[in-house]
């Protein structure tokens, strides 16, 4: 049994969630579902999951939609799997690009899955006791995507968020260009 862990599972073909949830929660992993981009939306701003396992094909706001509002409007920092029977280059990149962590083509072994889930859950959290940065009176908690100065919060679009947050991780060194470049 694994540690106590919840994901949302996004997926609009009935029998592949059912069976995706049945598998996860013999393994321990308790399992939200939502039918489509919407309700996923909804849940995601909602509630505190481990992981999100998103199909990109949904009904509504597709998957690559969802996943950009959850980083760029939302701010969420939740680890995204993409699960799709997309398997080109350019679908993977889009994946990625949208804010997507891994990306699983269907058909795919469950165990897998599981791994992927496991492997990038316990990356977040380790990671989330390094992602909180105080320089002076300014704050950035990268887990929760705040930033704070002089305790008012302050709202940053994502870009300037990661600008902000390599800044701040790399202080008082000098950051190149390039590194620069790589979070624009």
């Known amino acids: 049994m694994n540690e106590q862990f919840v994901i949302l599972l996004v997926e609009d073909h009935l ?38 396992v998103l199909d990109i094909g949904l009904p509504g706001v597709n998957g690559l939609e969802v996943c950009r509002k959850l980083r ?8 995204i799997i993409m699960l799709t029977a997309r398997d080109q280059l350019e679908d993977k990149l889009a994946g990625f690009d949208a804010g997507a962590d891994d990306y699983l083509v269907k058909p795919f072994a469950m165990p897998e899955l599981e791994a992927r889930l496991l492997a990038i859950i316990r990356r977040r959290r380790s990671s989330a006791f390094q992602d909180h940065y105080e320089i002076g009176d300014l704050i ?8 704070t100065r002089a305790g008012r919060s302050i709202r940053l679009s994502g870009k300037q968020f990661d600008l902000l947050h390599l800044l701040m991780r790399e202080s008082p060194n000098l950051v190149s260009r390039e590194s620069v470049e790589r979070v624009l």
């Not at 981009?37 to 999100?52: F, K, P, Q, R």
């Not at 760029?72 to 680890?79: G, I, R």
């Open 140 to 147: 950035l908690d990268a887990a929760r995507f705040t930033v």
């Open 15 to 52: 029998p592949l969630a059912e069976t995706i949830g049945a598998y996860l929660e013999e393994t321990g992993i308790a399992v939200d579902f939502a039918p489509n981009g919407l309700t996923a939306l909804h849940l995601a701003v909602t509630n505190t999951y481990d992981a999100i």
């Open 72 to 79: 760029q409007e939302a701010h969420s920092a939740t680890p």
